[in-house]
């Protein structure tokens, strides 16, 4: 076995070992506050959270659009030569052939989630996590 095939199956196997392990899942239970100003402050984290979802939302399309743009741009970049077995008739990419388009990573909104939750105790609240297996817990009891 040469030394890429035996890179190769390490990573597969390390890849295989790690997907199997254990998941969890993180619920929450809000404990409004008691007083009538932190239930007033409440309001203020929802337009946090919403603000930031907003933001969130716009810097995906931002990235999306400019993605675009770039993959466009070298896509008219392309130079175009005559195929060597049919000319003209069956024009071939000769140079600048490879168009990448960027990748835009998800918008997950646990970061505006974060933040309303420390909003939310800081208004007098109190955040309850818990947190609890919910696949190939079996790996976990018999530790």
């Known amino acids: 076995m ?34 009538t100003q932190g239930m007033q402050c409440l309001s ?7 603000q930031c979802e907003s933001n969130l939302r716009q ?12 993959h466009q741009l070298c896509m008219s970049s392309r130079v175009m030569g005559p195929d060597s077995k049919l000319g003209w008739r069956s024009p071939k990419c000769v140079q600048n052939c490879y168009c990448p388009r960027r990748y835009c990573s998800s918008t997950s909104t646990e970061v505006c989630q974060v933040r309303f939750r420390e909003c939310y ?10 947190t609890v297996c919910v696949s190939n817990c079996e790996e976990v009891e018999d530790s």
């Open 44 to 50: 203020n984290c929802q337009l946090i959270v919403q």
């Open 59 to 70: 810097e995906s399309q931002n990235c999306e659009l400019q993605a675009a743009l770039e």
């Open 121 to 130: 105790s800081q208004c007098g609240g109190k955040v309850i996590g818990t």
């Open 2 to 35: 040469n030394q890429l095939s035996k890179i190769s199956s390490l990573l597969i196997l390390t890849v295989l070992v790690v997907g199997c392990g254990p998941t969890y899942q993180t619920s929450y239970e809000f404990i409004p506050p008691k007083s």
